[in-house]
Structures are given as C-alpha cells and as structure tokens.
C-alpha cells in the first residue's frame, strides 16, 4: 500500500540554525501538506501546497517557515532560524486531486524535532 | 472559529473492556467529523467518518455517531485489543478543501 515517507524519524538541532524537513508524498497526488503537534497541544495545520505554490497557509506559517517541492517526488518544510518553541512533531500529508481533498489525507509517521 | 475537544488521556484498559473517548467540536456550519489513529510508529490513519447529523462511521469494530443536538462524535468500542493501543485524533473540516482541524489526541492503552 503506498504511504507518505517522512525522514529523519528524530532531528536534534540548535536553536537559531536552519533545519530542513523532509516528506515523499504518494506518488499520483497533487496536494501537499504540513502539520504539527507541539507536546501537549492539539495537531495544528501550517500550510497546503498544490501546483508549486502555497495554496494555504496558518498564522503560524510565518517568514521563518518555507516549503518546497524541489523534484518530482520530494515535499520539503524549511524553517531558517530555530526557537525553542519550534519544537514538535511535524506531520506530512498528501492527497489526490480529486474530490473532498481533505477528507483524503494520507499522513506520514511525522518527524520529531528537538530544538536545544 | 472552529475547534475540537476530546477528552484528556491516558486511558488504560483490560482487554475486551468497553472504550468510550469523548469528542465534541464546535463550528459554524455543518462540518464533516473523523476519527484518526496513530499507531507507535506510524503515521495518521483515517480510522472512521461521518458526514452529516446522525451518520454512524464504523470501522474495525470502532463506531461513532455524529450528533448535531449535542455537538459530539465520541468514539465506542464493545471490546478492545491490545492490538488497539494507540493515539486517536477526532477532527473536523468545514468544507470538501479546508484543513482538517484537530484535537489533542488520545493515548489509549490496553493490557493483556
């Protein structure tokens, strides 16, 4: 069954460095997509992305943030300058062009990052 | 704006123990409701749905039924498996195209 690959599983970086997020969504689907759980907090979206360009975006998706597709298969989420309160897990979802988008949602195993 | 409440965790059960995780929402129109699970190491699954008011979603022995008179969706099964140990998100949309919004999530463990 095709799945959502996010890697690394675990990222541990510094506060004020770059990290880069990494998502293979399914391969036919055209809507991609960031979340995030913050410990303790509710699963919040941060943006879709479809066509190459951001086609929705949350208030917490701020100047800091950035995502890409830069190939055929890879869906990245950038965040320049780390805080503390980046740390989260983040959650990469993928749907089809067709239909409900949102009640289609294929979710990767989320990448966990520690900022220190 | 639109949000969700389920109930706090952990939850710990024997097996074949009856499960009850409470989930309410509030929204301003007629939202479609879900229930996701996260088992260790995977990734978020649709686990069930529900469109409209008084629409059940069943699946793998999990139900729910979307109340519009009390704005809730909380999930049930008769009896639960260690198998069913995980975190279950309920969540809403709005429409077809808006994102979903979630709950906290809830830890459930069964013991053997």
């Known amino acids: 069954e095709p799945e959502v690959t996010q890697t690394p599983s675990h990222q541990v970086t510094q506060m004020g460095q770059e990290v880069i997020l990494r998502c293979v969504p399914i391969?036919?689907?055209?809507?991609f997509y960031w979340y995030r759980q913050i410990l303790g907090q509710k699963v919040e979206f941060l943006v879709s992305?479809?066509?190459?360009?951001?086609?929705?975006k949350s208030e917490i998706f701020d100047d800091q943030f950035s995502v890409e597709r830069p190939d055929g298969s890879n869906f990245t989420l950038k965040i320049r300058s780390t805080k503390l309160e980046d740390s989260a897990m983040y959650f990469c979802?993928?749907?089809?062009?067709?239909?409900?988008?949102?009640?289609?949602?294929?979710f990767g195993s989320g990448t966990q990052l520690s900022v220190l | 704006g639109n949000s969700v409440t389920q109930m706090e965790g952990p939850v710990t059960l024997s097996e074949e123990a009856f499960l009850t995780i409470n989930c309410t929402y509030t929204?301003?129109?007629?939202?479609?409701l879900f229930w996701y699970v996260q088992y260790p190491g995977e990734g978020l699954q649709l686990l069930l749905k529900a469109t409209k008011a008084d629409d059940k979603g069943s699946n793998k022995g999990f139900e729910a039924t979307y109340r519009k008179e009390t704005t809730s969706f909380h999930l049930e099964k008769g009896s639960v498996q260690v198998s069913d140990s995980a975190v279950y998100f309920c969540?809403?949309?709005?429409?077809?195209?808006?994102?979903?919004?979630f709950g906290k999530g809830t830890r459930l463990s069964v013991i053997a």
């Open positions: 979802a993928s749907s089809p062009g067709t239909g409900s988008r949102s009640e289609k949602l294929f």
């Open positions: 391969s036919n689907h055209l809507y």
């Open positions: 929204a301003t129109g007629y939202p479609s």
């Open positions: 969540a809403l949309i709005e429409s077809g195209n808006t994102p979903l919004v």
């Open positions: 992305f479809y066509n190459n360009e951001i086609s929705e």
